[in-house]
């Protein structure tokens, strides 16, 4: 199982990650940081996701696999 999570004092919204992956990533209105919303990726999620984690600039993004 592979989960990936957005370290609040990292992350500035540039949403990077919501352009590589909006089924993964949003920036709610008015949120200073960007959410994960699904709590477990697919493999079919796996490539971008980790697209994402390389492209964001803050380096906020994390994958934590078990």
């Known amino acids: 199982m592979t ?3 957005v370290d609040p004092g990292r992350c ?3 949403g990077i990650c919501v352009g590589i992956h909006p089924e993964v990533f949003a920036v709610p209105p ?3 940081v960007a959410v994960v919303t699904l709590d477990v990726l697919s493999e079919d999620d796996l490539e971008d ?3 994402a ?3 964001c ?3 906020a ?3 934590i696999e078990g």
């Open 3 to 5: 989960r990936v999570t």
């Open 12 to 14: 500035t919204a540039y």
């Open 30 to 32: 008015g949120s200073p």
């Open 49 to 51: 996701v980790q697209e």
């Open 53 to 55: 984690v390389r492209a």
């Open 57 to 59: 600039p803050a380096q």
């Open 61 to 63: 993004l994390r994958l």
